[in-house]
């Protein structure tokens, strides 16, 4: 869906014009639908009550979050400071100029830098366009590096193994994170209603993300038999470094 909206031209591919546009867009909306009081100016109370009803409507994201403040916690020093607030930390980057508020500029600007790493990484043919079988290349460079990343973050002793215990440890963190979104009340229980209610949400954004399928799908990968790097190249996606213990 967003592949669509961005490709205002209808070309098939993205340009780095289209998706800044789009990206602007996208948090432009965000922006001033939480600037409530319409001063170009986003306070944290306003970003605050933003933020719970983006994931009110979006419980994938809130586990997103979720599992940002948990590695956060798990890299101890100065990260698990921020770890009680992963989104406000994301604030504080766009904050360029530190002075607790969100202005429109300032979030102009993280929308353009974001596009240029993306591109960077994702535009494999250096073409200045990113078409959908280059963004199918970059989710499985992405895939890798995180299946790395996740693999180092649960092996906490650092020998390159998981023993029982990292393993159960690295599978029931997770789990907890996707209760607290189905618990939507924060009850400590998961109702039917609220069971129902995450699948109908989850159903309605995969509904949501069909575009054309390009060659390097999965259903075309098992297909023909092919690997995603023989369709096209698959970037190396820099793995984050493994916090210290």
């Not at 600037?35 to 719970?52: H, I, K, P, T």
């Not at 906490?156 to 990292?166: K, N, P, Q, V």
């Amino acid at each position: 869906m967003v592949f669509k909206m961005a490709d205002t031209n209808n070309d098939g591919q993205i340009s780095q014009k289209e998706a800044t546009d789009a990206g602007n867009l996208l948090v432009g909306g965000f922006f001033f639908r939480a600037d409530q009081n319409g001063d170009g100016v986003l306070s944290q109370d306003e970003a605050r009550q933003a933020r719970q009803a983006m994931f009110a409507q979006q419980p994938l994201l809130r586990y997103v979050i979720q599992k940002a403040q948990y590695q956060a916690q798990q890299a101890g020093g100065n990260n698990a400071n921020a770890a009680a607030n992963p989104a406000a930390t994301v604030g504080n980057l766009l904050d360029t100029n530190n002075d607790k508020q969100l202005q429109a500029t300032e979030v102009r600007q993280a929308v353009t830098t974001a596009v240029q790493g993306l591109f960077a990484v994702a535009d494999t043919n250096r073409d200045g366009q990113i078409s959908p079988t280059e963004i199918n290349s970059a989710i499985v460079g992405a895939a890798r590096s995180a299946a790395q990343a996740a693999f180092q973050q649960a092996d906490a002793d650092r020998d390159g193994s998981l023993s029982r215990d990292e393993f159960d440890k690295a599978i029931i963190e997770p789990a907890h994170m996707v209760f607290g979104i189905l618990d939507g009340d924060n009850d400590g229980k998961i109702t039917q209603q609220e069971a129902q209610r995450a699948r109908q949400l989850i159903a309605t954004q995969m509904q949501h993300l069909m575009v054309p399928e390009p060659s390097n799908s999965a259903r075309n990968l098992i297909r023909s038999g092919v690997s995603p790097d023989q369709v096209a190249p698959v970037p190396v996606v820099p793995v984050p470094a493994a916090p210290r213990q």
